[in-house]
């Protein structure tokens, strides 16, 4: 069957490409075709289900890759623009505090059925249950091969996401399409992910949510920073200060090489000499136990588990019997517990795809693919991870508006 516009991929960037071009088509006839049985599944789990649509603050410096890109999308699809275009597709949106956009429903879904209910009132063809297997140059045209049917198209979107999140539909599969034509592509990691540490003491803590300043240092020397929650689990850490940070630990996994390390400090508001003051009041209360020093300041597991890291035994002791040396072992535990890192929990734990096509492949006033005339590509798919906070979205669909715009223009 023959089309004008093909998109493939049915995510954020393909559902949102195919609603552009419906409103620029002009009787022309577009399909979107996607691999799993339903659109939109990975868009359904951002921000928990609540979808973390945008950011007000988003710019250049929130993209990691090739953020020359993420700013020519940027200049061409504000932030305000994106706003504006869910409110006319019937998605009311809510600015928080820090930036963040959301729905003001706070529902992934309704994100969703926005976009595919608009994209099939535009008259555009969607087809699920599909998985493209090649592209192939067919006169001027593109023949897009799948597993029981072919299609052609004067022009081609490539929207297939990245290999983040597996459960949820992501695969490194797609990047064949544009690999196997000649592009390049930057070698894939994980981003937005849990980090593995050495498990001696966390497992001890799992399941304890903990306010902290984190500190990753790559050879001695600071790699990432961030302050918030950090959930201690079976395997490490997680929790957003972690994820948000967690790209340089993705990046040294896949080099292995140096020794990174993480550092909690479980107390960031407090200096050190006020709380090793603190904790040798605490050494004066009359009939209490190592076991019960830190309750009240810390969770009293991590308190415990703090004094095991710190030697500080048996929990059984009267804390009348802690000499300065150890008050100060305890305190330094507690404002820098080092952890050393063994990697992350991989794609089946990432929000987001570091690495894949790369950016001297891409025109980025037009999201063309340069040695590929008639063919685009946008979303996570390039090479061009955001941070965590809703990034990543705004350059899905920026991007799917670049491109949506060039093929119209290019008609």
Not at 72 to 86: C, G, M, N, Q, R
Not at 149 to 154: C, L, T
Request: hydrophobic content about 45%; proline content about 3%.
């Amino acid at each position: 069957m023959s089309y004008d516009v093909l998109v493939i991929g049915g995510g954020a960037a393909g559902l949102a490409a195919s609603v552009f071009l419906g409103r620029a088509g002009q009787g022309r006839r577009i399909l979107l075709i996607e691999k799993a049985p339903r659109v939109g599944k990975k868009l359904m789990a951002t921000g928990n289900g609540t979808c973390n649509l945008t950011n007000v603050k988003a710019s250049a410096a929130d993209y990691h890759g090739a953020p020359r890109l993420a700013q020519a999308a940027l200049e061409a699809f504000s932030v305000a623009e994106t706003i504006d275009f869910f409110t006319s597709i019937g998605v009311d949106c809510a600015v928080r505090e820090d930036g963040k956009v959301y729905p003001l429903s706070e529902q992934a879904g309704a994100v969703l059925d926005a976009l595919r209910l608009e994209a099939q009132a535009l008259g555009v063809e969607i087809i699920c249950d599909c998985k493209v297997t090649a592209l192939k140059k067919q006169g001027n045209d593109w023949c897009v091969m799948c597993d029981n049917a072919k299609y052609v198209a004067e022009q081609v979107l490539v929207t297939v996401g990245g290999a983040a999140a597996p459960a949820l539909g992501g695969s490194a599969e797609g990047y064949r399409l544009l690999t196997d034509l000649g592009c390049e592509k930057k070698p894939l990691f994980p981003s937005i992910v849990q980090i593995r540490t050495a498990t001696d003491y966390v497992r001890a803590v799992k399941g304890i949510r903990v306010d902290a300043a984190l500190t990753l240092r790559m050879d001695g020397r600071v790699a990432a920073q961030s302050r918030g929650e950090v959930l201690f689990a079976d395997y490490g850490l997680s929790g957003p200060a972690v994820m948000f940070i967690s790209r340089p630990v993705a990046d040294w996994e896949r080099q292995k090489r140096g020794e990174m390390v993480a550092c909690l400090d479980l107390l960031p508001d407090w200096d050190s000499d006020t709380l090793c003051a603190r904790i040798r009041q605490r050494s004066e209360l009359k009939g209490r136990t190592l076991e019960d020093l830190l309750t009240g300041l810390l969770h009293k597991r991590v308190g415990q588990t703090i004094l095991r890291v710190a030697e500080v035994l048996p929990l059984t002791r009267e804390v009348e019997t802690l000499t300065e040396d150890e008050l100060k072992r305890i305190t330094r535990t507690i404002k820098n517990w080092k952890l050393p890192v063994t990697g992350t929990q991989g794609f089946g734990g990432a929000q987001v795809t570091a690495g894949g096509i790369a950016a001297t492949e891409i025109d980025p006033s037009t999201f063309a693919i340069k040695r590929l005339p008639g063919v685009y590509a946008a979303g996570e798919v390039l090479d061009v991870d955001g941070d965590c906070g809703g990034f990543n979205l705004q350059f899905a669909w920026s991007s799917a508006y670049v491109a949506a715009q060039a093929i119209q223009n290019n008609r």
